[in-house]
């Protein structure tokens, strides 16, 4: 298998970044979107990004046009009828991802590959609503998509090795990333050990223990972390942390999953991190 004609489903943070570096490679990319107002929304995403890379130099203004050039954005799954790969990078939501995936098995072509880029929600369950359960599979990025180097790529207990070699090789040798695997277990390998530690961070805080500032400080000044937890939780927002954190306690049942009374607070009041303007700090 090899993958030419690529779907995006979203363009969000991570469906953005997935379209830009997917284009990159010399891939022809739809983006869908639910509206023409997330339409523009995504467009503006990958053509900051792009402006961003031109101005770094990091690509030149002949790579500039030809990847903008290369992403087209849809709202009719209809459009993806010839895709070979189609990477879904919806919210976590699992009902919603069920549906998408009901949809993209009624309307792509049969040998397509349907990825997910779920941080946490079980493959299994996407393929099972499939009628090609071997070619479902995870294909996890991670924020700043142009600029991280990792995607995990997780089997189900369904998913073929034709599958699996496929989309390894696609993200090794198109994408020039590099790939681990992981089983297919709520939160893969990255997330499993990352969000007990950010939810720990969010309980100090909440205790009163330390400050935002001091527990950002401390790890990145007394661990060498780039980043500290309450601003990576910012990165990543609140409300995928929130969903991450949820499902991963309703599969393992243990309490370091489940998510503190503070981060759902802030999700119901839309303090989501960056995306908003504000999290556990501000971007205004």
Same mark, same amino acid.
């Given at each position: 298998m090899s993958f030419q004609n690529v779907a995006v489903i979203g363009g969000g943070t991570m469906g953005a970044g997935i379209a830009e570096v997917t284009a990159k $490679? +010399?891939? %022809?990319?739809?983006?869908?979107?639910?509206?023409? *107002? =997330?339409?523009? =929304? +995504? #467009? @503006?995403r990958i053509g900051g990004s792009l402006a961003k890379a031109l101005r770094n130099g990091r690509i030149d203004e002949a790579e500039h %046009? $030809?990847?903008? +050039? #290369?992403i087209r954005f849809v709202t009719d799954y209809a459009e993806l009828h010839d895709r070979d790969l189609v990477i879904e990078a919806? *919210?976590? /939501?699992?009902?919603?991802? &069920?549906?998408i995936f009901r949809t993209l098995d009624a309307v792509v072509q049969p040998n397509a590959v349907l990825a997910s880029n779920t941080s946490s929600i079980p493959l299994v369950k996407m393929a099972a609503v499939t009628k090609r359960p071997t070619q479902v599979v995870g294909v996890h990025f991670f924020n700043p998509v142009p600029v991280l180097p990792l995607v995990e790529i997780v089997e189900s207990?369904?998913? /073929?090795?034709d599958t699996l070699? $496929?989309? @390894? %090789? &696609? =993200?090794?040798? @198109?994408?020039?990333?590099? @790939?681990?695997? /992981?089983k297919d277990r709520a939160g893969f390998v990255v997330n499993a050990l990352l969000v007990p530690y950010i939810l720990s961070a969010v309980r100090m805080l909440e205790s009163g223990f330390a400050s935002a500032e001091d527990i950002d400080l401390g790890m990145v000044k +007394?661990? =060498?972390h780039p980043m500290g937890p309450l601003a990576l939780a910012d990165l990543i927002g609140l409300d995928t942390c929130a969903a991450? $954190?949820?499902s991963m306690y309703a599969e393992f049942k243990e309490q370091l999953f489940t998510p503190p009374p503070l981060l759902l607070r802030m999700c119901e009041a839309g303090l989501l991190g960056r995306k908003s303007g504000r999290g556990f700090f501000s971007y205004a």
């Open positions: $490679a +010399g891939c %022809d990319v739809i983006v869908l979107e639910v509206s023409e *107002p =997330a339409v523009e =929304a +995504g #467009r @503006t %046009d $030809a990847v903008l +050039g #290369r919806a *919210p976590e /939501s699992a009902e919603l991802k &069920f549906e207990l369904l998913t /073929s090795q070699l $496929a989309v @390894t %090789d &696609f =993200a090794e040798k @198109t994408l020039h990333k590099q @790939t681990i695997r /992981s +007394g661990c =060498a991450i $954190a949820e």
